[in-house]
């Protein structure tokens, strides 16, 4: 199973920009599907974004389409989340996450269920 660990969080200005980086230990990394999810404070864990394992197939929340990009670098077990436009309701802890299941046959990859690994979570504050 891999570990993950974020980084890339912090407190920007409404408008800006930032990358989440998830970096995966473990050699099978390049066979998980891998996931963004975020929670802000009261709330549940809410599905961000997702990617394949070969990266050729993603999927969004319809609330971030347009503003996020999900992207990963196998050959440096890596895994990223570019956010633009930046929007105070974007504050929240977010969770990299893998999964070793078929997400995409049925699109599945919503529910935090489906995956089971999970970073320690980075914070983003956005600031009004």
């Known amino acids: 199973q891999v570990q993950l660990v974020e980084s890339g969080g912090g407190l920007v200005q409404a408008g800006g920009s930032l990358r989440l980086s998830c970096a995966a230990s473990?050699?099978?990394?390049?066979?998980?599907?891998m996931g963004w999810f975020r929670q802000a404070p009261g709330k549940g864990r809410e599905f961000v974004a997702a990617i394949s394992w070969r990266g050729g197939r993603t999927s969004y929340a319809d609330s971030v389409k347009g503003r996020f990009a999900i992207s990963r670098d196998n050959a440096k077990n890596m895994v990223y989340l570019r956010i633009d436009s930046l929007l105070p309701e974007d504050t929240a802890v977010y969770y990299c996450a893998g999964s070793t299941y078929n997400l995409w046959d049925r699109w599945s990859g919503s529910s935090p269920s489906r995956y089971n690994a999970w970073g320690q979570g980075t914070q983003v504050t956005v600031s009004s």
């Open positions: 473990g050699r099978t990394f390049s066979s998980y599907n």
